[in-house]
């Protein structure tokens, strides 16, 4: 903090000390993040109060995550703007602490309200919630579970085998 640096302030050259620049960055001097060159130790964003946003301003720009994968620059993560935010990964999405493996009932919710919701249930597979039913082309074609704990299989089609159940040899 003690040292100087030599700044043109409006064309007249003056000695500055680098405390006075500090105050004057931290205050939010509009500094754009323009091709910030590589370094060689972590980087971390941080507050202490409010948001952190990373905003892409420009019309249907993306946000990209990328890293690399041993010696392989990879795109892990494409937040796609022109799709209202839709994600695009790579390669698989573990939902969970895949770090620990603790947590055995993970829940994945759905619309608006959180109506629907998938939850994993550890060593049988996933739970669709309450009287939701898994549907397929239309809300007319659903799988699902009655009150009574009935499997429902259910068709609105009208001919004769409209619900056909296949089995190869057996």
Same mark, same amino acid.
Do not use: P, W
């Given at each position: 903090?003690?040292? #100087? &640096?030599?700044?043109?302030?409006? #064309?007249?050259?003056?000695? $500055?000390?680098?405390?006075?620049?500090?105050?004057?960055?931290?205050?939010?001097? %509009?500094?754009?993040?323009?091709?910030?060159?590589? +370094?060689? %130790?972590?980087?971390? &964003?941080? $507050?202490?109060?409010?948001?952190?946003?990373?905003?892409?301003?420009? +019309?249907?720009?993306?946000?990209?995550?990328?890293? $690399?994968?041993?010696?392989?620059?990879?795109? !892990?993560?494409?937040?796609?703007?022109?799709?209202?935010? &839709?994600?695009?990964?790579?390669?698989?999405?573990?939902?969970?602490?895949?770090?620990? &493996?603790?947590?055995?009932?993970?829940?994945?919710?759905? +619309?608006?309200?959180?109506?629907?919701?998938?939850?994993?249930?550890?060593?049988?597979?996933?739970?669709?919630?309450?009287?939701?039913?898994?549907?397929?082309?239309?809300?007319?074609?659903?799988?699902?579970?009655? !009150?009574?704990?009935?499997?429902?299989?259910?068709?609105? +089609?009208? !001919?004769?085998?409209?619900?056909?159940?296949?089995?190869?040899?057996?």
């Amino acid at each position: 903090d003690g040292d #100087g &640096l030599l700044v043109n302030d409006a #064309g007249t050259m003056r000695m $500055t000390n680098v405390t006075t620049l500090k105050t004057y960055f931290q205050s939010g001097a %509009g500094v754009a993040a323009d091709d910030i060159s590589t +370094g060689d %130790g972590a980087v971390t &964003l941080a $507050t202490s109060s409010g948001n952190i946003t990373i905003d892409a301003q420009a +019309g249907d720009t993306d946000i990209i995550f990328k890293g $690399t994968d041993s010696s392989s620059d990879i795109t !892990a993560l494409t937040l796609d703007m022109s799709a209202a935010g &839709l994600a695009i990964f790579n390669d698989s999405v573990t939902v969970g602490d895949n770090l620990n &493996l603790t947590t055995d009932s993970t829940v994945i919710n759905f +619309g608006a309200d959180s109506d629907t919701t998938l939850t994993h249930t550890d060593g049988t597979g996933l739970t669709l919630n309450s009287a939701n039913k898994l549907c397929f082309r239309d809300t007319g074609l659903t799988v699902g579970s009655n !009150a009574d704990g009935d499997l429902d299989i259910v068709s609105d +089609g009208t !001919a004769v085998d409209s619900i056909n159940i296949e089995s190869a040899g057996g």
